[in-house]
């Protein structure tokens, strides 16, 4: 049954690229020619190709579950010993796999559209379900023709090599889907911006229907980026939980701009202007997140995150990204130049603060890029390697971070079209005066010894600005102190709830990351079982290792006593697992934590004395307003696409003063 199913997907993926090639050209060329019963084919074509790259998807998940070996992933990616999590992950925990889910997610976006965009005018949703068809049929093509999951083995072996020990995770077991559904799900903003480049037209309508679709992609990619940071911090055995790898910055650089299309988009859906300036931003987007695919499948990267180990692969994703990128750029060159511009705005506006918003996070996403791609560009022009570490990025990345948490305050606070600056100051004040507050509460509390309390002090500074500039504009929208503030508070629209959210999310992340970045304490030492160390007023005890096993390791258990003053305060058991296949050590941590600091043990080798162990101890405070804020900023994506104008869609059409009017149908394309 399982060789029968494994070969069902394999055509079932065949199969798809060419509905897809059949998805790209004839809703294009019917849109072009007002042809309805071309148009229409969009539609099932996009739920056919759903239907068939999920039975491809579910056929290789089958093939990793029953432990089918004759199927070269599964042999080189699984083992019969491999708990039932780890056996399903392991279907994306590898290249080709990670590429059949990258194009499963793509399909249910396009899907998605076919089956939810009823309201969609028939030619923009033709032509913007024309360019997914496009983008599945490059990647399919690559997964089919260079990276096939189905290859097989005959004679079956009888076992397999197993997934990477590191891999092995409830957190990276759901991270990739989550970081796929973000940056693949940008794939429809960049669907509908080139459409609307080829109809010629963008107006506020467009705008709200491109708008839920970016908003879905940036939540499951801030929810990707939080687990997969969260995965490094307690996995690793490091202590850290960002180090600016690149195949981290892949998925960030998108995040930053996608963040700016998000907002860009308001101003088109409230004012009509920066039409051009969105589409660009939906191009970029998807271009840097097509840029991610290059660098982690192409093997130009090496990293935990990064699968492929064929540079050869990486010639056919260049190609792809010349199409895409460079085809893009070319009619966002022609057509973007007759896009008329909407209504005017002063500087000092809620237009103006989001139009500094998108530069400073575009300019962020290009320092960013410029320190990712660097040492690739030397090596290949001077054959030298170089690295690009954190202070480059530290350096150039926080302050461009520091006016834009300073607008965040301001802009939501101005009015549309022109604004009075004096005005919105005035009604923040308070926050202004707590954010010193906690600055100079912060340097009497850990002094100004080194750099970094400053830096943390003026980290919680901002922190604080944020989420009471953020409160205090929610509480005077909804009047709190006045009476029928609940009615105001639910007639209020879920995404402007939303944004208050993910702002506010957005304070408590900074205040982690200045806490753990200014003020973490370490001690790595040997130790023999009775042994004792000091760390942030806690004394660790080191009992001793017993070993233990585990479904598919061996491993040696440390028991470690945290107290407090002579209380006590946690009993912690790193790990140091050794896997049977493939053999390989890795660590497993102990955290024990609390609302406001985390202390973090890991064991390491044992040492020449007897029962002596390298161990590991951090003090981490303020380390979980980190993953606070992740789950606040995605709760407010959440509850704002549960928004009825964002369920519902945009209204039909009408031509609004000043667009660009429609281009007849034979020039369109």
Known sequence: MSIEFIEIGHFALALALMVAMAQAIIPLVGAGRGNAAMMAVAKPAALMQLVLVLTAF?????????????????????????????????????????????????????????????????????????????????????????????????????????????????????????????????????????????????????????????????????????????????????????????????????????????????????????????????IVTFSLSLLGTFLVRSGVLTSVHAFASDPTRGVFILVLLAIAIGGSFTLYAIRAPHLQGGGLFAPISREGGLLINNLLLTTAAATVLLGTLYPLITEVLSSNKISVGPPYFDGVFVPLMIPLIILMGIGPRLAWKRGDLGAALSRIKIAALASV??????????????????????????????????????????????????????N??????????????????????????????????????????????????????????????????????????????????????????????????????????????????AQGAEGAFVTRFYYQPLIPFLWYGVLLMAFGGLVSLTDRRLRVGAPQRATPAGAMPAPEPAAAE
């Open 58 to 282: 579910i056929a290789l998940i089958h093939a990793f579950v029953t432990s089918d070996f004759s199927v070269t992933g599964v042999y080189n990616n699984s083992h019969t010993a491999k708990p039932l999590l780890y056996k399903i992950a392991g279907t994306w925990g590898n290249h080709e796999g990670s590429l059949v889910l990258w194009v499963t997610i793509l399909a249910i976006f396009g899907g998605s559209v076919a089956a939810f965009g009823n309201n969609l005018p028939p030619a923009l949703k033709a032509r913007a379900l024309a360019v997914q068809g496009m983008i599945s049929v490059g990647f399919i093509a690559f997964i089919l023709f260079t990276s096939n999951p189905f290859l097989r083995i005959l004679p079956a072996p009888s076992e397999g090599m197993g997934l990477n020990p590191q891999l092995q995770d409830p957190g990276l077991a759901i991270h990739p889907p989550m970081l796929y559904f973000g940056y693949v799900g940008f794939s429809m903003a960049f669907s509908f911006a080139v459409a609307a480049l080829i109809e010629g037209r963008v107006d506020a309508t467009w705008a709200r229907w491109v708008r839920p679709w970016t908003l879905a992609a940036w939540t499951f990619l801030t929810m990707g980026i939080g687990l997969g940071s969260w995965w490094a911090y307690y996995t690793l055995g490091w202590g850290g939980w960002w180090y600016w790898d690149p195949v981290e910055n892949a998925s960030f650089i998108p995040w930053l701009t996608g963040t700016a299309l998000l907002h860009s988009a308001i101003v088109v859906e409230k004012r009509e202007a920066l039409k051009s300036w969105t589409i660009l931003l939906a």
């Open 437 to 490: 507050a906690m600055m100079a509460l912060s340097l009497v509390m850990n002094g100004a010894a080194k750099f970094t309390d400053i830096g943390g002090a003026f980290g919680l500074g901002m922190a604080t600005w944020l989420a009471l500039s953020t409160a205090s504009e929610w509480i005077d929208r909804v009047k709190l102190t006045k009476g029928g503030a609940w009615q105001r508070i639910t």
């Open 492 to 605: 209020l629209p879920r995404a402007a709830h939303g944004m208050t959210i993910a702002h506010f999310g957005m304070a408590v992340l900074i205040a982690g990351v200045s806490g753990a970045g200014a003020w973490k304490q370490e001690h790595i030492q040997t130790m023999a079982p009775g042994q004792s160390v000091e760390i942030a007023g806690y004394t660790m005890t080191f009992e001793g290792v017993k070993m233990i096993k585990g479904p598919n390791y061996d491993a040696g258990q440390a028991t470690i006593t945290a107290t407090k003053g002579g209380d006590f305060v946690a009993t912690m058991h790193p790990e140091l697992r050794s896997y049977i296949q493939p053999p390989q050590q890795t660590t497993f941590t102990s955290i024990h934590t609390t609302f406001f600091a985390d202390l973090y043990a890991a064991l390491g080798e």
